[in-house]
Nanobody, 114 residues
Framework: QVQVVESGGGLVQAGGSLRLSCVVS????????FGWYRQAPGRELVARIT??????YADSVVGRFTISRDNANNATVYLQMNRLKSEDTAVYYC?????????WGQGTQVTVSS
């Protein structure tokens, strides 16, 4: 059974930083991409990184957020969030596009106070 677990959310003041982590366990198959999405209220793609290392970001986070993989552990991905704004407040979800399907975590809450 595939498990996707996010961590690192919390309450931070505007202008602050957080780093989210996503760890995948089980057998998702060959991972084609990791993605971070957020929901507040609709679900939108925040950042994605492919197996080949290509990244793309939502326009609203370009220059502030960075997605990266743990090179020592291909089952871990991070989202470094800097210069956070109140509009970044949302539940953040990790998404795995694997050879055996698409998998989601339960989400981690990020709240930015102004």
């Amino acid at each position: 059974q595939v498990q996707v677990v996010e961590s690192g959310g919390g309450l931070v003041q505007a202008g602050g930083s957080l780093r989210l982590s996503c760890v995948v366990s089980g057998s998702p198959g060959r991972i084609n991409s990791f993605g971070w999405y957020r929901q507040a209220p609709g679900r939108e793609l925040v950042a994605r990184i492919t197996r080949g290392g290509l990244t793309n970001y939502a326009d609203s986070v370009v220059g502030r957020f960075t997605i990266s993989r743990d090179n020592a552990n291909n089952a871990t991905v991070y989202l470094q969030m800097n210069r956070l704004k109140s509009e970044d407040t949302a539940v953040y979800y990790c998404n795995i596009n694997g050879g055996r399907g698409i998998f989601w975590g339960q989400g981690t809450q990020v709240t930015v106070s102004s």
